[in-house]
């Protein structure tokens, strides 16, 4: 394992709740280093939407820090925090991920039109975006020029995966977080996407932070958190309760 | 990628409801368009029923009246002038030209208006257009007759056919002029008057009809005389119903309609065709409005069909914006992008409108020429058609602001996670 580099996401005291005296997330510390593939494992009820909306900017703690690329991100206005997830973060969801009506590449190079940081890491390769977005597909193995001008609505779930993945990547990220992305795929696929993910990551030296409940993945990365031992409030709820959306 | 593109691909997207959504918003417009047009071209083809014409004369009488009778043929004269009374007034230095007219008899329950040939010359309707005909010319023998359009086209007349008139304006008349038949000599254009309805011979053919007739009765076969007979005799009229001036400088129009006004032999009233043609169409014009204001209302109906349409598809639509905010798109991002689609509908829903329009006038407008002679004037788009289409765009970005606003309100409460 490489030496730890600069901390990306440091949580501290992190508290939140829907509701003022309920809390379903209480991290006292969670630290993530430039570079890492971290898997957290997260079954349902463990507070890991609330994490990963904490993480994107999407929700401010009720007390902690969030500290992103050693940004108080709950300190910045609404408007900030979307343009710093823009330029920093890549995500990657279970499913449906793509906008169904636009093409594959034009899917891939979506963020671009809203993140102006990742605009210029495209330039500063002296690509466009469509070429980089292609070079992006062909590295993670989908190279038939027939099937990027398909709608993304033909795609096999594995391949809107991939496409998916290089829409996280496109413009060199900091972090790329993905949420339960192998989630639909037969156990095959799943690993050869995870190695893809792995690689990609490695090449844009973006930070991976990788969220399942599936635990036979755990192995494939360096580090695994387990996010109902982290987090504090999942302990003094009982599991199966249905998670606050 | 921009936010237009991205509004014109997720349209595309649902084709089949954005499409049918601005037809409905096209059709409503082209009916409003369409409805205002021909509402301004029917007031103005009424109001210039006659035109050119700068007074008539008529028995004194209100001007409602002298107009509905002398230019309408509709209803009876108080009262008639005398030939010299017309004689003198005519003389005027003021008067360019005169029309007289002699109404009372019919035929078919259309009007026979007796006249000379000064209308063929001088009468204008319209946009200053002179009579002209389909077929034939105008009445030159005693028994020549002119037919409007529609009485050749409703009784199947050509000109060289032998009509007979009757006494009287009763559709079914007692008595007929049967001794004395006319000759179609012409048959006139459609002209969208009233000019379409009326059967035409000279002043002294009306005369001829009744030179036999004593005191409005028909006369018995001991005393009648001949159509031919007749022909021989003196038939300048005793009195005419009502006559048509053009004048030398339009200047004089009030001083000449004092004159007729205060002419001592005879109670006479002139009055300013145009003026009394306007103070018409306020009374029957009322129609016309009630039918614009369903025509706003039909637009109203297009665009809260728009507003519809746009928050039916929010809610399906919750997963593609929480993947725009996943990846950057700001809260005001959506809020455009929705606004977007609103304009997209109202603007290209107006632009289809006008073609509509457009195209519909282009193919009427020789149908209703050739049926009605109403004349449509095809203009670009006036003042009220801008009014409109700046209108209907606002209230389109008005009401796009509602789903617009669910949209950003959405799209906060969801974040980037939507689990549907």
């Known amino acids: ?245 | 990628m921009s936010i237009l593109h991205l509004a014109v691909k997720s349209l595309s997207n649902r084709k089949t409801t954005a499409l049918l959504t601005i037809f409905s918003i096209a059709i409503s417009v082209a009916l409003l368009l369409g409805v205002e047009r021909v509402r301004v071209e029917a007031r103005n083809s009424f109001t210039s029923t006659v035109s050119g014409t700068d007074l008539v004369v008529g028995a004194r009488s209100s001007s409602l009246n002298l107009l509905l009778y002398s230019v309408f043929h509709l209803g009876n004269a108080t009262n008639n002038i005398t030939w010299e009374t017309y004689q003198e007034l005519s003389s005027n230095k003021a008067v360019a030209w005169t029309i007289p007219i002699a109404l009372g008899d019919s035929h078919q329950g259309y009007r026979v208006v007796g006249t000379a040939q000064t209308l063929f010359e001088h009468f204008r309707f319209g946009d200053d257009q002179p009579i002209s005909f389909k077929n034939g010319k105008p009445f030159d023998d005693l028994y020549d007759a002119v037919i409007g359009s529609e009485v050749a086209a409703v009784l199947g007349y050509q000109a060289g056919q032998e009509i007979v008139l009757s006494h009287g304006v009763e559709s079914r008349s007692l008595q007929t002029h049967q001794d004395k038949p006319f000759r179609i000599s012409g048959v006139l254009k459609p002209t969208g008057t009233p000019m379409d309805r009326v059967v035409m011979i000279s002043l002294e053919g009306i005369e001829a009809l009744h030179i036999d007739w004593v005191n409005g009765a028909a006369p018995n076969a001991l005393f009648s005389v001949s159509a031919d007979r007749a022909r021989l005799m003196d038939l300048q009229p005793s009195s005419i119903t009502a006559y048509f001036v053009g004048l030398k400088s339009r200047v004089a129009a009030f001083r000449y309609q004092r004159a007729v006004n205060e002419y001592r032999q005879e109670a006479l009233t002139a009055i300013l065709p145009g003026v009394a043609l306007g103070e018409l169409w306020q009374l029957v014009g009322s129609a016309e409005k009630a039918l614009l204001a369903v025509s706003v209302m039909v637009v109203i109906a297009g665009l809260v069909g728009m507003l519809t349409t746009i928050l039916t598809s929010l809610n399906e639509r919750r997963r593609e914006m929480a993947i725009l905010r996943s990846v950057g798109a700001r809260p005001w991002h959506i809020f455009t992008l929705m606004m977007t689609e609103s304009l997209i509908y109202a603007i290209t829903g107006t632009l289809l409108g006008f073609l509509l329009m457009y195209g519909m006038l282009f193919a009427i407008q020789p149908v209703l020429q050739m049926q009605l002679g109403l004349h449509i004037t095809i203009a670009l788009p006036g003042m009220f058609e801008w009014i409109l289409a700046v209108a209907i765009v606002i209230s389109a970005t008005i009401l796009g602001a509602v789903p617009a606003w669910r949209a950003y309100k959405n799209s906060l409460a969801d974040g980037l996670t939507v689990r549907l």
């Open chain 1, 1 to 245: 394992m490489s030496s730890l580099g600069q901390p990306v996401i440091h949580l501290k005291d992190v508290q939140f709740g829907w509701q003022p005296g309920t809390v379903v997330l209480d991290i006292p510390e969670l630290l993530i280093h430039q570079g890492e593939k971290v898997f957290i494992r997260g079954p349902s009820g463990s507070g890991k939407t609330t994490l990963l909306g904490l993480l994107g900017g999407v929700l401010t703690p009720v007390a902690g820090v969030v500290s992103v690329l050693r940004n108080d991100i709950g300190r910045f206005s609404p408007a900030r925090r979307d343009h710093f997830r823009a330029n920093h973060i890549g995500f990657i969801f279970q499913m449906f991920n793509l906008i169904p009506y636009l093409s594959v590449v034009d899917n891939v190079t979506l963020p671009l039109g809203f993140a102006s940081k990742r605009r210029e890491n495209v330039q500063s390769m002296g690509v466009d975006a469509r070429q980089e977005a292609i070079r992006l597909l062909n590295h993670l193995e989908l190279t038939d020029p027939q099937l990027l001008q398909r709608p993304v609505t033909e795609l096999s779930i594995g391949q809107q995966q991939r496409v998916a993945a290089a829409r996280a990547l496109i413009g060199r990220p900091d972090l790329v977080i993905a949420d339960e992305p192998t989630s639909a795929l037969d156990s095959d696929t799943r690993e050869a996407f995870i190695r893809l993910l792995f690689a990609e990551c490695e090449a844009a030296g973006s930070t991976l932070v990788f969220v399942s409940h599936d635990s036979a993945l755990e192995a494939l990365f360096d580090r695994s958190v387990a996010l109902n031992e982290t987090n504090r409030a999942s302990q003094y709820r009982p599991l199966g309760q249905p998670e606050v959306v």
